[in-house]
């Protein structure tokens, strides 16, 4: 099993940047299908991006050409880049991973996007 830490979360304004990171614990990461998801209040988690262990990504479309993932192996790390962030981005963001769906899941850190 492998223990996800997120961190990078926060408070950024409409068109803003953040980044959010991924760190995570076990010699098995490499093997790991990652991803990052989203839960808003009120609604189901989402999946905002997944990367394979082989480096290919795929995008859910509210986030396509504004989110890049991209993971470390080497580092057993994956982040968030996210770009022309949106108030509806909004939401607690949570690193997700395993060898053929998200079994390990970290805590989660919040993102606000607001004036």
């Known amino acids: 099993q492998v223990q996800l830490v997120e961190s990078g979360g926060g408070l950024v304004q409409p068109g803003g940047s953040l980044r959010l990171s991924c760190a995570a614990s076990g010699s098995i990461f490499s093997l790991y299908l990652m991803g990052w998801y989203r839960q808003a209040p009120g609604k189901q988690r989402e999946l905002v991006a997944a990367?394979?262990?082989?480096?290919?990504?795929n995008y859910a479309d509210f986030v396509k050409g504004r989110f890049t993932i991209s993971r470390d192996n080497a580092k057993n790390t994956v982040d968030l880049q996210m770009n022309s962030l949106k108030p509806e981005d909004a939401a607690v963001y949570y690193c997700g991973g395993g060898l053929r769906y998200a079994t390990s899941w970290g805590q989660g850190t919040q993102v606000i996007v607001s004036s």
């Open positions: 990367v394979t262990s082989g480096g290919n990504t």
